[in-house]
């Protein structure tokens, strides 16, 4: 029966959002809903996709085989996840890296050398006369250019978790045209697995196509 196994999903699950969610699905239960419609009041946690497809398959008498389907649909969207952030990780490693020796570079080692440049007495080439301003620069506006850094971080995360900025960051990156090819196949891909997956739940085509295309 659904009921007793997301009743015994939601003791078996530690993340609280999750544990409330499976708590307030058993509920419903017992008052009588479905479990698709139980779902389709989390959508913080269950895409509409899921909900309609768990919805058919109750009609249809298909529950395990396409809960089935969307548990092995999530591994793999969370395995292609983790390949993304694995690959990522060392690119982030080394800019960081890359920051905090420049940073030190500019705040200690530059500044430490600026007496021999000035014994030397002979006017110094360009290259150590733009990393000397750059040091100037750095030991008498460095927190203040740090705090402007800080504050566009915070304005462009912000921006880019709104509507607006959000739409134009996915413009731009469908437009790229190192990362639009790639940005494309993932949103195919995705598309076609939860096209197939609410088919095989038995929800009809046209209810299938608006809710796959849903999020992308």
């Excluded at 800080?150 to 880019?160: E, K, R």
């Excluded at 739409?167 to 949103?187: M, Q």
């Amino acid at each position: 029966r659904p009921e007793r196994a997301v009743n015994l999903a939601a003791h078996m699950v530690s993340e609280t959002q999750a544990k409330a969610a499976a708590r307030q699905w058993v509920e419903d239960l017992r008052a009588g809903k479905a479990l698709g419609t139980a779902m389709a009041r989390t959508p913080d946690l269950i895409p509409e996709s899921v909900a309609l497809a768990i919805a058919a398959a109750e009609i249809a008498g298909t529950l395990s085989k396409t809960v089935a389907a969307i548990a092995a649909s999530a591994q793999v969207a969370q395995a292609t996840r983790d390949r993304i952030v694995s690959a990522l990780t060392y690119p982030v490693l080394l800019l960081a890296t890359m920051a905090g020796v420049l940073g030190l570079m500019f705040t200690t080692v530059i500044p430490s050398l600026k007496p021999l440049f000035a014994q030397a007495g002979a006017s110094m080439p360009w290259p150590a006369a733009v990393l000397v301003a750059i040091a100037d620069f750095s030991e008498s506006y460095g927190w203040a250019a740090l705090a402007v850094l800080a504050g566009l971080l915070i304005g462009g995360v912000a921006y880019a978790h709104s509507t607006a900025g959000r739409a134009r960051i996915d413009r731009a990156l469908w437009n790229s045209t190192l990362l639009g090819r790639l940005f494309a196949k993932a949103a195919a891909a995705a598309f076609a697995r939860d096209l197939g997956m609410l088919l095989a739940g038995g929800t009809t085509m046209s209810r299938a196509f608006d809710a796959a295309l849903a999020p992308v």
